[in-house]
């Protein structure tokens, strides 16, 4: 019987490895000094459409919000002045 490709201690192992790659990633990127330079300019730049999206999207919610009140507002007027028409007439 052939022994099957993926054991648990091969499994294990390849965790092992991919946390140890992903700390020395982390490490390099923290001392590379010339990758922080060359990057913190367009870091700022996604920073900063991050914060005009999340506006963008309060802005529509907040007109989304006044639409629908806006609705509610003249549906009750119209109601009100069937009720007055209606009391005043009988």
């Not at 000094?33 to 919610?61: D, G, H, P």
């Amino acid at each position: 019987m052939p022994k099957p490709i993926l054991t648990d201690d091969v499994i294990e192992k390849a965790k092992r490895d991919k946390k140890r790659l992903e700390r020395e990633i982390a490490q390099a990127r923290k001392e590379d000094t010339q990758i922080i330079k060359k990057f913190a300019a367009e870091k700022k730049a996604l920073e900063k459409n991050q914060v005009y999206k999340s506006r963008r999207i309060e802005s529509q919610k907040r007109e989304e919000r006044s639409k629908k009140m806006t609705k509610y507002i003249v549906i009750l007027a119209i109601l009100l002045l069937i009720v007055t028409i209606i009391v005043f007439n009988f």
